[in-house]
């Protein structure tokens, strides 16, 4: 079924006005989009920047296990569409040239989910932001860069592990993961079928199911979808 588009001005949240339309009985799938956002929130509690000119939208779908997953590989391949040399960090920030360019938020709603989806298409006055502008991308404007990330999440293949570790540029890479519990340091050696990070540090392979990760080298392998990591990623 197509996700219909609620187009709102400058709003606080569309993750929030997403689930005002869920509490109010449509069970979407939609998606919302804002032209700016004064209250937006980004994973694990943070505030996300939202001027007007990016690309502000939270989907109404069903729940899926990896739902996030799907998205990020429907951005990255929408946004190389437009130029943009766009990667994975794990979970799910999409970083160019060692900076975050977009991120994902997932909040789940019972069998439903809200997925929303931030991208810098000007820059933004954030630490390690980068832009689709400072990326060289040619993005004509927010709506066009929607419609591609909604045509890949739509003709996504089954099996998004595949494809969600060939654009994950974690891999292989020394990290330091960031979780409530404290820090694991190690190598980032693969993703399980939960999109959870196994990690090889001194004690073993450790399984992280959330944190923050940051980058600590480039890496060491090619991951061999011809694009050139060699600049540093700690965003
Ligand atoms: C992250 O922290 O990387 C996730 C950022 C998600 C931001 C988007 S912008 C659209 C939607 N509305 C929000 O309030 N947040 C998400």
Redesign the pocket.
């Given at each position: 079924m197509p996700l219909r588009i609620v187009h709102c001005g400058r709003i606080a949240?569309?993750?929030?006005r997403a689930r005002e339309l869920l509490r109010a009985g449509d069970s979407g799938p939609l998606a919302v989009v804002a032209v700016a956002?004064s209250s937006?929130?980004?994973?694990?509690g943070?505030v996300?920047v939202?001027p007007e000119g990016g690309l502000?939208?939270?989907l109404l779908v069903p729940y899926e296990p990896l739902l996030s997953q799907r998205i990020g590989v429907a951005l990255v391949r929408a946004l190389r569409r437009f130029g943009v040399r766009a990667v994975l960090k794990w979970p799910n920030?999409v970083l160019v040239e060692g900076g975050k360019l977009a991120?994902?938020?997932i909040e789940r709603e019972g069998d439903r989910a809200i997925a929303?989806?931030?991208v810098n298409l000007e820059p933004v006055a954030v630490d390690g932001a980068r832009s689709v502008r400072q990326a060289g991308g040619r993005v004509a404007s927010p709506e066009a860069l929607l419609e591609a990330v909604l045509r890949e999440f739509e003709e996504m293949e089954a099996d998004v592990l595949p494809a969600y570790r060939a654009a994950l540029s974690t891999l292989g890479r020394p990290v330091r993961i960031e979780r409530d519990d404290g820090v694991v340091l190690g190598e980032a050696v693969d993703v399980d079928h939960h999109g959870r990070l196994l990690v090889r540090g001194e004690a073993g392979v450790e399984t992280i199911a959330s944190g923050d990760c940051v980058h600590l080298r480039p890496a060491r392998i090619d991951p061999g979808d011809g694009l050139d990591y060699s600049s540093s990623e700690g965003a």
């Open positions: 949240s569309t993750q929030d956002q937006a929130r980004g994973r694990r943070r996300w939202s502000y939208a939270s920030d991120g994902i938020l929303g989806i931030g």
